[in-house]
């Protein structure tokens, strides 16, 4: 009876381990890890909706100043606005402290605005209002690109749930390996055993993370998500979906993987039934 209990512990926390690493495997793989990130970016087209919100945005602040169009003429390209939103993502995963490149969009901008007002003579305060129409569509192109000056923060974050994930990590690593140890020394006279409570923990946490699939898509809708801009919400509605398909992938997975463990039991159970009463009746 102790035995028994014993192993329908063993198989919880064999569950519990199981689920726990798959969790913090997608974890590490996707949101944590900077190259899915910058790939995602890549995939849903990041870049290239940003530069039309930046294009869209500063031709706001030109229509209102009343400049010609021209000064937005080779301001930025898709490739700058690439190469700043890996500077972010770097500040956020790595904690590198490099400032993102204002200084050539108020060049470019001045270079136009000079070449507009090249045959007029500007007073004091023309002068001033065109200097804060630069230094404000600078700012709105670093705000745009999300460059809101919270990276050390969130690196910060980012830290702290890496050492999390790194623990809940080793501690189920542990946690699994000694539980399985412990079920093969307590069932090593009827190895059947092992593979049928192996067979109740992959079917177990299969159903358990089919679940979380399910509470999760059910509460949050992730075709409707929305956040800060389009091309933000692509690339997070891109990365949940992903990450939700995985666990049903792997929580499927598991629950065949525990019918096929538990078919493999029953005949270990019933060949060495088989031999048992071949043997006695070979006695009689």
């Known amino acids: 009876m102790l035995k028994q209990t014993m192993r329908y512990i063993l198989s919880i926390l064999l569950t519990i381990s199981i689920v726990i690493i798959i969790l913090v495997l997608l974890i590490s793989s996707t949101i944590l890890n900077e190259k899915y990130v910058l790939n995602k970016l890549d995939e849903t087209n990041y870049y290239a909706s940003i530069y039309e919100d930046v294009k869209s945005n500063l031709e706001n602040y030109i229509y209102q100043s009343g400049l010609d169009e021209t000064a937005l003429e080779n301001i930025v390209t898709e490739q700058k606005i690439e190469e700043d939103t890996k500077t972010i993502i770097s500040h956020i995963y790595n904690g590198l402290e490099e400032e993102v490149d204002k200084q050539s969009i108020k060049d470019n901008l001045n270079a136009n605005i000079n070449k507009i007002f090249a045959d007029t003579d500007l007073n004091i305060t023309q002068k001033e209002a065109l200097n804060t129409l630069v230094d404000t569509m600078a700012n709105e192109y670093t705000n745009t690109i999300l460059h809101f000056g919270y990276e050390e923060n969130i690196n910060s974050i980012y830290k702290k749930a890496t050492k999390v994930v790194d623990l809940a990590k080793k501690v189920s690593l542990v946690t699994l390996a000694c539980s399985i140890i412990l079920l093969i020394l307590i069932s090593k006279r009827r190895i059947y055993r092992i593979f049928t ?58 629950v065949i993987l525990g019918v096929f463990t538990a078919i493999i039991a029953n005949l270990i159970h019933n060949i060495k039934k088989y031999k048992h009463l071949k043997k006695s009746s070979d006695i009689d």
């Open 197 to 254: 409570f192996t067979a109740i923990s992959f079917i177990s946490s299969g159903l358990l993370l089919v679940i979380i699939n399910k509470l999760i898509t059910t509460r949050i809708k992730v075709e409707s998500i929305v956040i800060l801009n389009d091309a933000i919400s692509g690339v997070l509605r891109n990365v949940l979906s992903e990450v939700m398909k995985n666990i049903l992938f792997y929580g499927c997975g598991l």
